[in-house]
């Protein structure tokens, strides 16, 4: 068989009637209906279950640790399979690798809906994380064979549209389904959501055929870079816990490191290896996943720490702190289609460079409000924080993905996912660690000052490096200990915020030099 003549067709020989379908099979606005569903799908479900876990843990009398891996689990899962997954893709076809994604995240929703065992939750949902690692890649990928370059700037921009306002409606969603069913009814939400996507899918979408290429499938690339992503992710998301210099943690990032190098020697060597090197040589791809990464620092670990400040020291309810953080994610969702029609016209790099700048003037106004700000202030910094996020999130991702040759479209998809997962798994640990660092080194000279003495002064600044302060003094010395663990706690995140400032104007200064020299933008 002509291999290139089935990539030309599609993989359309697995539908018997996609030949009667000519003006809607391979549509690309259908296609970017049929994805934006998958990845709603994900986006949803991931929110739905964060509001379900208490309840899930009493039910099943389940630990804190248990509950916490209902969720760490599923992470590590997509994670290390991100690459790998779009790899297949690109070997045996996205369209297939989309249809058994999103089919075996619906069937493990329904199976993990099914369970009686915190222990069968945990396994299924490890499980259901790789399905969802599967998805993520085709997605992006289907919409770069759907679109040319020059016009995948509005389908992404719908596509991140899609996932913001999936992730702003979850909680609330996730509230209602939990408060009125069963926790569930939380994955029972994933069924009618895959079967339609399934549906449209088989009947719209054109996905490309099996790869030329006939050199083995690289099984230990994806050995390697797994391990590799499973050592790096489990010290990061348990570093802030048992701290950076402890041994498990330490032993963590060496393994990291050294299988690491092992799989970038591994990759040199491969006839066909599972993430080639040379994508790093393009430009648009280099920057676009160190911008991805960069912004999902900020966009993970600001509003982290940001509900701490909102509610342990400003005093607001948990449904005051989630309307502000409602506001970031609003104007993202409104803002997406309007930078995708800037980005449309001038390209991707100044709107890029303006989204950073923009978001580290936020960071700076954030910094500026100290331990008594007014909450109309606060607003106008999360709005704009929202406004740059969106030309950037949108931006890098059409760097990656344009910037890749469709051959390696699975890849660069798995790539952009795989760097929002490492960001944002650093902005949070990354963060919280400054901000205990920096109340570490104040809170004990002020306390002395103060004529204030706890018991536990460890215990003491673990407290106040979540914004709360310390117990056992009472009366006037009580009040004075609370102004010093607000006005402390603010001190720890303005230095963590000044940090994650910095980053965001390197990040312009790097979409600023990662132009074409001619200061062409088509790229």
Request: glycine share 12%; aromatic share 6%.
């Amino acid at each position: 068989m002509d291999t290139r003549s089935a990539d030309a067709r599609g993989d359309d020989r697995t539908v018997p009637d996609a030949g009667r379908r000519p003006a809607l099979r391979g549509h690309p606005w259908l296609t970017l209906i049929v994805v934006s569903c998958g990845a709603m799908m994900v986006a949803l479900d991931s929110m739905v279950v964060t509001v379900a876990q208490p309840v899930i843990q009493q039910e099943l009398s389940a630990s804190l640790p248990q509950v916490q891996w209902v969720t760490t689990g599923y992470l590590l899962a997509v994670a290390v399979l991100l690459v790998g997954a779009g790899k297949l893709g690109d070997r045996f076809g996205h369209r297939r690798m989309f249809l058994i994604g999103v089919t075996g995240f619906t069937i493990t929703s329904v199976l993990i809906g099914l369970s009686g065992t915190i222990a069968l939750v945990i396994a299924l949902r490890v499980v259901q994380g790789l399905f969802g690692a599967v998805l993520q890649p085709a997605t992006l990928a289907l919409l770069r064979v759907a679109f040319p370059p020059e016009r995948l700037m509005m389908p992404i921009a719908v596509r991140s549209a899609v996932l913001g306002a999936s992730t702003a409606a979850g909680p609330i969603l996730g509230g209602l389904v939990v408060e009125h069913l069963n926790w569930q009814a939380a994955f029972f939400l994933n069924v009618p959501i895959g079967v339609v996507t399934v549906a449209i899918a088989l009947l719209f979408v054109r996905g490309t055929g099996p790869s030329a290429v006939r050199a083995p499938f690289d099984l230990p690339g994806l050995l390697l870079l797994s391990t590799t992503l499973a050592a790096l992710l489990w010290a990061v998301t348990n570093a802030p816990q048992r701290g950076f210099t402890g041994p498990w943690i330490v032993a963590a990032f060496v393994v990291a490191a050294l299988v690491g190098a092992l799989f970038l020697r591994r990759e040199r060597r491969a006839a066909d290896p599972l993430m080639p090197l040379s994508l790093f040589r393009l430009r648009p791809v280099a920057i676009g996943v160190t911008l991805m990464a960069l912004i999902s620092f900020v966009l993970f670990g600001v509003p982290f720490l940001l509900t701490f400040y909102l509610q342990n020291v400003l005093g607001l309810t948990p449904a005051q702190c989630g309307i502000q953080v409602l506001w970031l994610t609003l104007v993202m969702v409104a803002g997406g289609p309007i930078a995708g029609s800037v980005m449309s016209r001038t390209g991707p790099w100044i709107p890029v460079a303006v989204g950073m700048t923009l978001t580290g003037v936020a960071l700076l106004g954030v910094m500026r409000l100290g331990a008594g700000a007014d909450i109309h202030a606060l607003t106008v910094w999360f709005v704009l924080l929202g406004v740059g996020f969106s030309p950037v999130v949108i931006g890098a991702t059409r760097m990656i993905i344009g910037g890749a040759p469709v051959s390696a479209a699975g890849v660069a998809g798995g790539l952009q996912q795989t760097a929002m997962q490492i960001g944002g798994s650093l902005g949070t640990a990354v963060l919280g660690a400054v901000v205990a660092a920096r109340v570490g080194a104040l809170l004990p000279d002020r306390l002395h000052a103060a004529g204030l003495v706890v018991a536990d002064r460890a215990a003491a600044v673990q407290h106040v490096a979540v914004g709360d302060p310390p117990t056992g003094i009472t009366g006037a010395g009580a009040r004075l200990l609370n102004t010093i663990a607000d006005t402390t706690f603010v001190d720890g995140m303005d230095t963590a915020l000044a940090v994650t400032a910095v980053l965001a104007f390197a990040g312009a200064l790097a979409a600023l030099a990662g132009r074409s020299p001619s200061g062409s933008e088509s790229t």
